[in-house]
């Protein structure tokens, strides 16, 4: 599977994040947290995903940016590996809970933490 992160694989639909939100479960490792909803999709994509850095914590929107891009990247740089243990199609959404700015570094062990509690629900 490629490590990209392409644009059907980009959660954009204003019904399923109200869905996922009322409906989903989360799992949290931190500073992200997961909100996950089991669901279908016409294209052929295992999952989508979106992230979410609240305006609260962080009032510039270059420091909401900078964490949201290295969100994308630790899920892109990751995803095979829950990929392959999975056979269904979920929704995503990636909430960074924390207060201070992450590494990537960070954001990637975070990452492989909440697949691996993913996995075990």
Do not use: C, H, W
Request: glycine share 2%.
């Amino acid at each position: 599977m490629k490590n990209s992160f392409k644009n059907t694989e980009k959660l954009k639909s204003n019904k399923l994040i109200d869905q996922l939100f009322s409906e989903g479960q989360s799992v949290s490792a931190y500073p992200l947290r997961l909100v996950f909803l089991e669901t279908t999709f016409d294209d052929a994509v295992n999952a989508k995903a979106s992230v979410s850095v609240s305006k609260r914590n962080f009032k510039n929107a270059v420091d909401r940016n900078r964490i949201k891009r290295l969100m994308r990247e630790a899920y892109r740089l990751n995803k095979t590996s829950l990929f392959n243990n999975i056979s269904t199609q979920y929704a995503f959404m990636f909430l960074y809970i924390g207060k201070d700015k992450p590494s990537l570094s960070q954001l990637e062990v975070s990452v492989n933490k909440l697949f691996k509690k993913l996995l075990e629900k």
